[in-house]
Structures are given as structure tokens and as C-alpha cells.
């Protein structure tokens, strides 16, 4: 059973930053790629980051050169480190994999960023 439990979501001015971690388990951890998605109240998910089981980041264009993702294989965790965080910015974000031809996504941590 895939299970992905995230943490570290809060509130935060702008300008400010917070990191999210998720902890994956019922998968093989190294083989598969991991990322976060986040939906803001009346918009639809979208993808933020993602990174390739080679530890290979890609980033959505808002987001590019603020938040960095990470994994460690040994902890079976990925990490989201976001920095100069808008109010935009404000979302639940979802850690995500994609394992044996299904996606799966945790079940959210809410991040607020206030102005």
C-alpha cells in the first residue's frame, strides 16, 4: 500500500520561507520519481516540482529560482525547500509519485503566505 504523509506546512509572511518534507512508504523509494503538486481554493492542482529517481529537478516556471527539492533515498523522504514565498504561493501542497503505472498523491499540507 502507497502511502505518502507530508508535514511542514504553516503560515508564513511574505518573504519568508518553509520547508515541506514527505515521508513515502509501500514503494521502492529509489526507482520511482517523487515531486509536489498544490491547489489553491478554486483553481486546479498543478505541478510545482518534480525530481527523477537520477535526483534530476524539474520546476514549474513560478516557482523557479525560489524552491528546491531534494530527496533522500536513504530516508525515503523528498523535501521542498520554498524561500521568498508570495502570497500566491498560498495552496495545499500535495507530495505525488508515480508507481507501477498509477499516480499517487499524499493528503496535503496547507501552506499560507499572507501579505
Known amino acids: 500500500q502507497v502511502q505518502l504523509l507530508e508535514s511542514g506546512g504553516g503560515s508564513v509572511q511574505a518573504g519568508g520561507s518553509l520547508r515541506l518534507s514527505c515521508a513515502a512508504s509501500g514503494i521502492i523509494f529509489s526507482r520511482v520519481p517523487m515531486g509536489w503538486y498544490r491547489q489553491a481554493p478554486g483553481k486546479q492542482r498543478e505541478q510545482v516540482a518534480l525530481i527523477s529517481s537520477g535526483s534530476v529537478p524539474v520546476y514549474a516556471n513560478s516557482v523557479k529560482g525560489r524552491f528546491t527539492i531534494s530527496r533522500d533515498n536513504a530516508k525515503n523522504t523528498v523535501s521542498l525547500q520554498m524561500n521568498s514565498l508570495k502570497p500566491e504561493d498560498t495552496a495545499v501542497y500535495y507530495c505525488?509519485?508515480?508507481?507501477?503505472?498509477?499516480?499517487?498523491w499524499g493528503q496535503g499540507t496547507q501552506v499560507t503566505v499572507s501579505s
Open positions: 505525488y509519485t508515480y508507481y507501477l503505472g498509477s499516480n499517487y
